[in-house]
């Protein structure tokens, strides 16, 4: 399987959203193994029915558990919705699914966090429980909710998301509570002892950009930069469309080019390499002359093997 | 169906505990329909995985919607254990078992609840979904929560009803937090108004005496026999044994008899008469001596005809 014959770096932190980080996290736990540490985004956590449903955790929990739906693109293979029936027959909204085996995860989170938990640790106990061997830490403990503007005014990301299915235009967006946020303690240790830092091919407005918005990650970012630690982004716009999501639209209507180009120079002064797919290869020297060293390859993650080979590669990228 | 051939009262309340509770209750509102309100005893009500669990109002409202399971006693029909078995795969106690369609319940109940709803409102508004013709009041809108004492010290009322199987010996039981507790008024228009007011035959101790300890309770049944509303209880044990739980047992180690006669006697100053099973016929002079009229009848309730002629029996009883 090992294509790269670079040393493999152990000590890997990937900033992540959904599908896509997950997918890649996934290869890079085929890799660093207990080395790697997930730094999600909350932003698009939500209550749904009185409990705490976090979507990027929970897919990437899932996935490196290697129980994710990858049908559906969230949730668990083979959940059942008993309970979701019965709660739309008790009148409770029906338009965010939620499976049985998937209500467990955020019953049990919910009682824990009113228990007092932090939700670093709460997370942590769910992660132990799966067997999974990466960490997967939020990116802060303080509740942070993104709300996009449209022509109808300000709505909340999952009634955006997932309830209008991204059909609005976004004129705005902003992270709800994202100023009382801080880095945590496991956050900053993870960033620090990284040999590599990977910013997933997440959407880079609503995935990536609430954790770069965290007060003190992007400094954290450059400190460990200053140590020599090289921070590679992968894009998630190939061809100029968002493999999956409104990443492209929510670029375009937002002001910025939706092509990797556009995710690239969003990280300027971030990152040290960006991996970009072999169709955007026209997009290389753009991307160098932005100060950032392009790197070129087949980043469209179809199967274990396929998010493995890419994991290797985006960690050579780095070295 | 009709038996009595006196005119059957159309504004029943009855006291109700759990099954035998619900049995009765499906017989009452089989003739009373929406004339019937029930008030539940709360005082076994538990948070579960942070849940509230209302066993004694939930096992009377799946009866009332004919969705019970009759072979557990507890729960819904056709149930079943898809996210229980994840909870427990994340760690959470299993002892107490959630079925996915009664999570439902527990969910949308809690939600409503920390939403600043009052459990009178939270509860009429599932009974409603079910779309059952009668009321279910809880006892109360505060928090009650059953304790006992064993040889271990105190006890949750689930650990020892569900977790211990009702073994240990109990030698004394409280309500925890009743003396903040008041009547609400949706329990004291419900007495005010019956024609008939049914003490069910229920657990005397921790289910119908719960109800009865409610500071103010006693008096609204005072005020409403005073007016002439007869007030008829139905014995829970037959044949110096409960049908269906400890009832005999917590008798016997609080110091009473554990017969109908020794549960008559804990009514004695609160009811007209007293529904006695055919097997206990000789107990009916010593209940007439305590100022009750006896009424011995078959009253073991194993199909929906039984209940609705116990039921039937009962309200003549009253006339």
Known sequence: MAEASAPTATR????????????????LQAVAGAGLTVIVNT???????????????????????????????????G??????????????PGWFRL???????HIARTERLRRGGR????????????????????????????????????????????????????????????????????VGAAIAAAEVI?????????????ILAVPGLTELLAIARGRGTPVVAVS???????????????????????????????YAGLIDAFVLDTVDAALAPAVEALGIRPVVTDSIMTDDASRERLAREVLAAAG
Request: charged share 20%; proline share 5%; net charge negative.
């Open 43 to 77: 932003a698009d956590d939500t209550e749904r029915h009185g409990l705490l449903v976090c979507p990027d955790h929970d897919t990437v929990l899932y996935t490196l558990a290697k129980v994710e739906n990858e049908e559906l693109g969230w949730g668990l293979a």
């Open 236 to 266: 998630g716009i190939i061809g100029g469309k968002a493999l999956k999501g409104p990443a492209d639209r929510l670029l375009a209507s937002l002001g910025h080019e939706p092509t990797a180009l556009g995710v690239a120079r969003g």
């Open 99 to 105: 499976g049985d085996l998937d209500l467990a995860t």
């Open 119 to 186: 939700l670093t640790e709460v997370l942590g106990g769910l992660q132990r429980s799966l067997g999974i061997a990466a960490t997967i830490l939020p990116m802060a403990d303080e509740p942070i909710r993104t709300r996009v503007r449209t022509a109808d005014g300000w709505l909340e990301f999952q009634d955006y998301f997932v309830r209008l299915r991204q059909a609005p235009n976004v004129t705005e967006v902003e992270f709800a509570g994202i100023s009382h946020a801080r880095p945590t303690a496991e």
């Open 79 to 92: 959940d059942s919705w008993t309970a979701m029936g019965a709660l739309e027959r008790l009148g409770e």
């Open 198 to 210: 990977v910013i997933a091919p997440s959407n880079p407005i609503v995935s990536i950009g609430p």
């Open 12 to 27: 890997v932190v990937e900033l992540a959203g959904g599908v896509g980080g997950a997918k890649l996290a996934e290869g």
